[in-house]
């Protein structure tokens, strides 16, 4: 990773933290939270070990390679998903981050001797540039619906800022069933592709 190997090993356990809870929501008893949880802890945990400080453990070649084509299957898979109308609404998201995830991996293999330190990647600036202005403008519509709202004011339709201002609709469910934290698993997720893509 770009920065000092500090800044890598809280990324990943940044990562690792949302993976796993991910994971726990696949078990969720709310539908929404079981959709997309499994592609999100496969994008949590394959970015945690992406970003493990290439000083520490430098990765073979091979294994970009082997990154590429675990999420070109996902890619596949989201699309495929995407066709069903209840898995339709975040279909573009993940399918835009496997992809991401596919061209990160490429641009690793292409750096010199398939390292992943600073300034090492190969990827190309359009592809790099769109990618970090779509995942900034995620960052921060995602940040903008954890924000609690005034008392009395409305909420978007879908949004959490409500639940999370009053803490009332929340008081019941279990953790892998809270809607505010499946968000802010999603906006580290989006900080962390950002912090990624900053070193391609």
Not at 44 to 61: C, E, I, W
Not at 83 to 96: K, Q, S
Not at 133 to 142: D, E, K
Not at 146 to 155: D, M, Q, R, S
Request: contains cysteine; aromatic residues 8%.
């Amino acid at each position: 990773m770009h920065g000092p190997a500090a800044a890598g090993w809280l990324l990943v356990a940044l990562c690792v933290a949302t993976g796993g809870y991910c994971l726990l929501r696949m078990r969720s008893g709310v539908a929404e939270q079981r959709r997309w949880a499994g592609s999100e802890a496969l994008m949590g945990f394959g970015t945690a070990v992406m970003a493990v400080p290439a000083a520490v453990l430098p990765p073979p070649r091979w294994v970009w390679t082997v990154y590429a084509a675990v999420f070109g299957g996902a890619a596949l898979y989201t699309v495929v998903r995407s066709r069903i109308p209840a898995y339709r609404a975040h279909g573009t998201h993940h399918l835009l981050g496997m992809l991401a995830m596919v061209y990160m991996a490429g641009a690793m293999a292409a750096a010199p001797g398939g390292a992943h330190g600073a300034h090492t990647a190969a990827g190309a600036p359009l592809v790099t540039g769109a990618l970090l202005i779509y995942y900034a403008g995620y960052v921060l519509r995602t940040g903008g619906r954890l924000l609690p709202l005034p008392a009395g004011a409305a909420p978007e339709a879908g949004g959490t800022a409500m639940v999370i201002g009053t803490g009332t609709a929340t008081a019941g469910l279990r953790w892998g069933d809270r809607t505010e934290l499946a968000l802010a698993c999603r906006l580290s997720m989006g900080i962390a592709m950002l912090a990624m893509l900053l070193t391609v």
